[in-house]
């Protein structure tokens, strides 16, 4: 199981690596996304991984997964679905002011300096 | 008064000009001036135990950790500065406010006035010696304000920058010089400090601590070579230079050198960078004010020259000389200010200070001529005048002063500066008062009214008493004295009187005053000789050390920050990457501490999904729409895995984010791109790639060694679990967590939620007021349109399951505590179910039964959990401290109340209003032109011209 998740991980990280490096916003912001999920995943297995001890606690069950890194995760996935959505708002005002969704300044705007 | 009071007051009342500019400038200057009074008056009411040789404290701890304490202190030296910073300061609001002219903002003035004031008060007040820097800085800063005043004046403008450059410059080093005083001290109170002269004098440390805190004093106090950026200061308006430069400013430098006398002064080193320092200062200063044409640069320069003179006789490091220095302190000050405001009378009235183009002012401004005169011949040192006393007792200082092994250097070098002193002094009466009545002034000079010449008035008063009756002077100054050496000497004996006797200061004062005369008869050779020497000018210099400083800092930020996001992207993951790889092959690692164990067959499953929906969005997402399906079956994978690894609170999250996300997501690509064009060199997308590669193979080996591994100490959760149902009321620990142990953490979360659905919004009224307005209106849609906008399947359905749907999140906000679920995804589930309303039935509809606005929504989430924060307050417990009890009302079940299920309440509604006000501001975006606003739920798009006519709505 150990494996299978930190292999998930990795890959989740170099495909939003990968991701992050292209030069139009929109899969950029598929990158981040990405680069979300490992790092949520990232901190949740920090508690390390149990199956089936939830922490809801029951008479007569003594092991509980570490909660802890499931509460700060939990915040991590609202806020970033927040940050976002803010991210989305300004690459789409960029662009719809713009004309151009390229996330790097373009020869023509370094020229006029 | 107390200490505190004093220091507040003009900081309180900077308040005021600003808010009364609109009563008129009467009632501004006025209560300025009152508050000025008001602070002056209680500094008076301190004056008897000061006399009394007596020190007034006041403290109060602010960061005693730091050494930081806000903790003043009154003894003669900060009585005698702060006497003249808020005495002179009372003539300058008084004069002020009538120098100002109607286009000036005179509340603006006096507010800076004010602050600046304050900040003085407070330096001369101090005593922790951090307290003092950052009055220091605020002096800097303040000075900056008013110097800069004058914004439409591109001198203005340059000379505030070049002060605070300086100024501020020399606050760092004296930032640094204080610390490593206070480090050899171990304590940050002047009381301390000026206790431990031996310990400090004896450190290692001293000569740099000295030095640094030398280079800040000289700075402010315009020492040679620092001197230059105090004429340029001279573009703010004449009360602000006569405040800055006579009393308050450039003598802040001098008060630190005073204050510091005890412990600093008396070694080799300060004598001989002080006194050096001060002799090139006042020679240098007093031949370039003699050749300067206009009357503030000429006065400008002769202050430079007088602080020079102040700072030699606090560099020789005798008690005479401190006493010297600290009359000469006074008597500057009232002669200077004078002066400063006499030059602007003239500049006010003749409209030029060019001093070429005036003469023969004396039958013409007979009141400004007399109060200038005798002003000036004061500075210049004749007899029966203030000036002449102080600057005796400096010559008679300078005849026992040996630098560099010869007794002559210093008093030559005094009298040089001496005689062009007095030189200047006549080249201003004669040149400006004196000669025959000219026809060409600018304007037709004549005395100005009481208000513009009274306050100079005063000072020349005093000027005249204290050089007749010296003696009326000695004991306070003496005082002052006393309080400047601390245990370190005694006052010296000395009385103040005009006569010495035939003494050598007396021949070398005379001397002085017949090289001035002198050299006025030769003045017409002497300027074309000085025109003709080529020299440096400081402006130059300084403007070439600034502009290749700046140079030096767009290169070396040109090359890190190029514009290119990609590049700090790709920089940024490969300084992370070897980083890591350091840590990696110097660190150690221990052996695995947890079995390895084959997955099952359906956790390999979902895994495979992953992985493949992973690689297929980077290789396919330049389809879009595609990716977007992709990063969808990703998410669920994530919360499928979420499920089986014992967290059903995160996967119920994940899953709700994920439908709210994939919908924002659809909704910005409405009007972006459908597809991303290839680009970036084969090299390139090679080099992304192995980064890429690099970054998950370091992510995957980092995650596997601690999964495989136990944790090192034992996590706090153990806490939490013993406690959730204990303290927290709740069996859902996850939910117990963010609602009790951590909830002011969740609090600062849905506050920053809440700020990113505003933020969105405000981009969306920005785009929305713009040029993108009309663009959007216009839009032609890129792809074709579905006739039908509002399905009535759609529509039935969405309407028959909100109620539905509304009671599984209420069933999920209630169970939150004790089972998986609370206001966290309760709130992602209520927003999906209005959500589904606006797609199905359109948003006209939607907007139209909505009753509250989101914005409210979220403002009242946050408000509801502050309350019950605050509401622990009210049992005397810290804020959100939760209680709960447990209740039956028959026929019912017992259930529990708890304070944090209000709390989670407040969770709810902060959600609830982000998510909503998020994606109804991209929806905002899609209304076009060319559709009519319709309420009506199931209509059909007229846009698309091909739609059955009997269809409509």
């Known amino acids: ?113 | 008064m107390s200490l505190f009071l004093i220091v507040a007051l003009p900081f309180f009342g900077a308040l005021l000009p600003g808010l009364m500019n609109s009563a008129g400038r009467a009632a501004c200057g006025g209560l300025t001036f009152m508050v000025t009074l008001a602070a002056f008056i209680g500094l008076l009411t301190n004056l008897p135990s000061v006399l009394a040789g007596e020190v007034v404290t006041a403290s109060l701890t602010w960061m005693p950790a730091l050494g930081l304490n806000f903790t003043l202190m009154l003894d003669g030296l900060g009585f005698f500065f702060a006497f003249l910073i808020l005495g002179i300061g009372l003539l300058i609001i008084a004069y002020g406010r009538h120098y100002l002219s109607r286009e000036d903002h005179m509340g603006e003035f006096f507010t800076y006035l004010l602050l600046f004031q304050g900040a003085m008060v407070g330096i001369v007040l101090s005593d922790n010696i951090l307290l003092l820097l950052v009055f220091w800085e605020l002096t800097s800063l303040s000075s900056f304000l008013l110097i800069g005043y004058w914004k439409h004046l591109p001198e203005g403008r340059q000379g505030a920058r070049m002060a605070l450059t300086v100024t501020g410059m020399g606050g760092l080093s004296m930032i640094g010089g204080m610390l490593i005083l206070g480090q050899i001290a171990g304590s940050y109170d002047l009381s301390v400090i000026l206790q431990n002269r031996e310990a400090i004098q004896a450190d290692p440390l001293y000569l740099p601590a000295l030095i640094l805190i030398l280079i800040g004093c000289f700075t402010k106090s315009a020492q040679f070579p620092f001197h230059f950026w105090l004429p340029h200061a001279m573009a703010a308006p004449t009360p602000v230079s006569a405040y800055l430069h006579s009393a308050t400013m450039v003598k802040a430098g001098i008060f630190l050198m005073a204050r510091m006398w005890p412990v600093l002064a008396g070694t080799p080193e300060w004598f001989v960078i002080v006194t050096t320092a001060g002799l090139v200062t006042m020679v240098l200063g007093a031949v370039i004010a003699l050749f300067k044409h206009d009357l503030k640069a000429l006065l400008a320069f002769s202050t430079v020259s007088h602080l020079g003179l102040i700072t030699m006789l606090l560099g020789t490091g005798t008690a005479f000389g401190a006493m010297a220095a600290m009359f000469h302190i006074l008597n500057h000050a009232t002669f200077k200010a004078a002066l400063f405001m006499s030059a602007g009378i003239i500049d006010h009235e003749t409209k030029t200070r060019d001093i070429r183009r005036l003469g023969g002012l004396r039958t013409l401004m007979p009141v400004t001529f007399g109060i200038a005169t005798l002003a000036a011949l004061s500075m210049a040192g004749l007899p029966f005048l203030n000036g002449f006393l102080s600057k005796e007792m400096m010559l008679e200082e300078t005849t026992h002063t040996t630098l560099f092994g010869s007794p002559m250097l210093v008093p030559v070098l005094a009298t040089i500066g001496s005689l062009f002193s007095a030189a200047y002094c006549f080249r201003l009466i004669g040149h400006t008062f004196l000669g025959p009545v000219r026809e060409d002034y600018p304007a037709k000079p004549h005395d100005p009214g009481p208000g513009l010449w009274l306050p100079p008035a005063i000072l020349v008063v005093l000027v005249v008493v204290i050089g007749v009756a010296p003696f009326l002077a000695e004991p306070f100054v003496k005082i002052v004295t006393a309080s400047v050496l601390g245990d370190a000497a005694e006052v010296p004996k000395a009385y103040f009187k005009i006569w010495h006797g035939l003494v050598p200061a007396l021949y070398m004062s005379v001397a002085a005053l017949i090289g001035g005369l002198i050299l006025m008869a030769v003045y017409k050779p002497l300027l074309a000789l000085w025109d003709a020497t080529p020299r440096p000018e400081a402006k130059v210099i300084f403007d070439a050390i600034v502009e290749s400083a700046a140079a030096l800092a767009r290169a070396v930020t040109e090359a890190l920050h190029n514009g290119a996001f990609t590049r700090y992207a790709a920089v940024g993951v490969a300084a992370i990457l070897a980083v890591g790889l350091h840590a990696w092959s110097t660190g150690t690692i221990g052996a695995p501490t947890r079995p390895f164990e084959m997955p099952e067959l359906v956790p390999m499953a979902g895994w495979a999904m992953l992985v493949a929906a992973t690689l297929a969005l980077v290789l396919l997402h330049r389809n879009r729409f595609m990716a977007l399906i992709l990063i969808g079956i990703v998410g669920l994978m994530v919360s499928l895995g979420f499920v089986l690894l014992s967290a059903p609170d995160l996967a119920m999250t994940q899953f709700t984010v994920e439908v709210v996300t994939i919908i924002l997501m659809l909704l910005a690509l409405n009007f972006l791109p459908k597809t991303t064009p290839m680009e970036g060199s084969a090299l390139r997308q090679i080099r992304d790639a192995g980064l890429a590669i690099a970054g998950g193979l370091a992510a995957f080996a980092l995650a596997f060694h601690f999964l495989m591994r136990e944790a090192v100490t034992t996590p706090i959760s153990e806490f939490h679990l013993a406690n959730s149902y204990k303290g927290g009321g709740g069996t859902n620990v996850v939910n117990v967590i963010l609602v009790d142990f951590r909830g002011f953490d969740t609090y600062g979360e849905i506050i920053v939620l809440g700020i990113a659905a505003l933020l969105i919004y405000a981009l969306t009224e920005t785009l929305l007021d713009g040029p993108v307005r009309a663009k959007l209106l216009n839009r032609v849609p890129d792809q074709p349109q579905g006739g039908n906008m509002h399905p009535m399947m759609m529509v039935v359905l969405t309407r028959v399951m909100m109620p539905i749907v509304l009671l599984v999140g209420f069933y999920i906000f209630l169970r939150g505590h004790n089972e998986p679920g609370g206001g966290f995804i309760a709130g992602l589930v209520v927003s999906i179910a209005v959500v589904m309303q606006y797609m199905a039935s359109g948003f006209s509809w939607a907007s139209a039964r909505l009753r509250y606005p989101y914005h409210g929504v979220i403002g009242a989430g946050v408000l509801v959990a502050g309350l019950t924060g605050i509401g622990s307050w009210f049992v005397a417990k810290p804020f959100l401290t939760s209680d709960f009890t447990y209740v039956r009302i028959p026929p019912f079940h017992e259930f529990e109340l708890a304070t944090a299920a209000l709390f989670d309440v407040g969770v709810f509604l902060a959600v609830v209003g982000a998510v909503m006000l998020s994606l109804e501001s991209f929806s905002r975006l899609a209304r076009r032109a060319d559709m009519e606003d319709s309420e009506h739920a199931m209509d059909i798009d007229p846009s698309r011209g091909d739609a059955p006519e009997q269809a409509g709505g």
């Open chain 1, 1 to 113: 199981m150990e494996f299978l998740v930190a292999s998930a991980i990795g890959v989740l990280t170099a495909g939003g690596i990968y991701m992050v490096l292209r030069l139009r916003t929109f899969p950029v912001i598929l990158g981040i996304s990405l680069l979300t999920y490992a790092v949520n995943i990232f901190l949740f297995s920090s508690g390390r991984l149990a199956i089936g001890a939830p922490p809801i606690l029951q008479k007569g069950v003594e092991t509980y997964t570490d909660p802890l890194p499931q509460a700060l995760v939990l915040t991590a996935i609202v806020i970033s679905f927040g940050m976002t959505a803010v991210i989305v708002m300004v690459s789409l005002g960029a662009f719809l002011g713009s004309e151009d969704d390229h996330v790097d300044d373009q020869p023509e705007t370094e020229e006029r300096q």
